[in-house]
């Protein structure tokens, strides 16, 4: 007796029919258990996580921190390197522009990164993302 890969009788008058819905099962079990339903509900938990627009603008602010951290020792070697020596008074107003810049740019990367996250949420929630601008 011949059988196919799902147990099924190549002899059966319903043949077919049986063969299609034992792979129809087999396709609905593998999107309710792999594919389909896992994935979707990962993109639901991102969707309805409100962490995930405080973690973005924390990850926002810390890169922008870093970058001015390695801009004020890449200033520093290029002044040198010209011969340029900034006396105390220089020093605290490039220090002070500097933190200012750095605070207005920390601000920008928070609120664009919560912008963005929450127009993905929304996104993915099916709602669409205005066009504003």
Do not use: C, H
């Not at 059988?3 to 043949?15: E, L, V």
């Not at 896992?38 to 870093?66: F, K």
Request: cysteine-free; glycine content about 8%.
């Amino acid at each position: 007796m011949a059988t196919n890969a799902y147990g099924i009788n190549t002899r059966d008058k319903a043949y077919s029919s049986k063969s299609f819905a034992a792979a129809t099962r087999d396709q609905w079990n593998m999107y309710l258990t792999q594919f389909g339903v896992p994935q979707e509900n990962l993109l639901i938990n991102y969707a309805m996580d409100p962490a995930s627009v405080s973690n973005a603008v924390t990850e926002a602010r810390q890169n922008v921190g870093q970058s001015f951290g390695q801009q004020q020792g890449i200033m520093q070697r290029q002044m040198r390197g010209f011969g340029i020596e900034l006396n105390d008074e220089e020093k605290k107003v490039f220090e002070r522009s500097t933190k200012l810049n750095q605070s207005l740019a920390e601000v920008n990367a928070g609120n664009q990164a919560s912008s963005r996250v929450q127009d993905r949420q929304m996104g993915l929630l099916g709602a669409p993302v205005p066009n504003v601008g």
